[in-house]
């Protein structure tokens, strides 16, 4: 069976590395950067049961709020994903999404949990996560929201010294995404052959470009927008730094949407929310003068964008339609949820399941 992944990023890599525990050894990856390029900008925290949705008003809210401080841009979305996203506006979707999404956050981060088991080579750190708050009013509707939540996650308030306080999640955990690219590839190497080349054409009879393939999975992120799915981006800024953080574990400033990761040889700084296609970053410099506050800066190793491909709802989009299966949509949670949209991207590959239900939504047969 050969078998051909547009995209090297997160999900694409975890699309491989189960096809290839299937006994599938012929693999092309095509990425028209270096693999995980898309990906590691992320903070790398592994956070499922912080899902989001998208189409409420509270978080056109949120949004405006953040545009209002400086925590997010707005500068263009795709004209699909706005129409789809006015059109299911505060519709909730159907229980057995939040079925599945629950299985699957339970899935990616036992994954993570038995990679680092095996060996732990990419920062793996169990030690939870902190959202802090400024304001006791956003706090107390953190809270409600929690407590809220289908995921029912177990979250302790804490008092932090210079905030309002803080909501503790016990369960979550935390990777270095660029030690992580790295493991995964040592994975799948002998296995896969990754073609840095642009990808021009897709077709559902198993075309990638002039070549042919049984199946191929788009694993490309934004870019899966060209299937006529619903895709915006919001694109985030991630930094390495040399320096002492005053929080000693990973924690989000939630006004202004930074996250703040202590590792073993460098301090992971991420923010940014911004709707956007373009490659600038004339607004990352911003996101590291807030980190300040919290972080004493030596050194800055590198900054990497990312664009988080966005469903109208925030749920991912999987399926399949003929020799194509397509796999995108997590947004800001693709870290989290990228075990479990690769290992399903792989069983449909696979033909192992031919239909998620409200998960597959998009595109189906």
Known sequence: MKVGI?????????????????GIKDLVIYEKSFPGAGSIHAAGLIEPYRFDRINTINMVKKMLKYKINGATDIKEVDKLWLTELIKNLEK???????????????????????LAEE???????????????YSHRELEKGIEEERKSPFNP????MEVEGFAGGIFFPELSRISTEKFINRIIREIESNVTIVNKMVN??????????????VIVVA?????????????????????????????????IVDYGLAIS??????????????DFSNDSIRAEGFLK?????VDIYYVYDLNIGFRPCSPDGFPIIGRKNNVVLATGACRLGWSYGPAIGKYASDFALSKVTDLGYISRYYHQ
């Open 6 to 22: 547009v995209g090297g990023g997160i999900v694409g890599l975890f699309t491989a590395y189960y096809l290839t525990r299937e």
């Open 119 to 133: 060996k732990n080579d990419f920062d793996y750190h169990e030690d939870g996560l902190l959202e802090l708050y």
């Open 154 to 157: 177990k979250f302790e308030v």
């Open 92 to 114: 909730n979707p159907p229980q057995d999404a939040w079925d599945t999404l629950r299985e699957m956050a339970r899935f990616s981060l036992s994954e993570y949990k038995r």
């Open 290 to 294: 807030r980190a300040e506050k919290i």
């Open 262 to 275: 202590p590792l073993s040889d460098h301090i992971k700084i991420t923010g940014g929310f911004d709707a």
């Open 201 to 214: 054409k897709i077709s559902e009879d198993g075309y990638i470009n002039d070549e042919k393939y049984d």
């Open 220 to 252: 490309s992120g934004i870019w899966s927008r060209y299937l006529k799915v619903p895709i915006t981006a919001f694109k985030g800024y991630g930094y390495r730094v040399r320096g002492v953080s005053k929080l000693k574990q990973a924690s989000v």
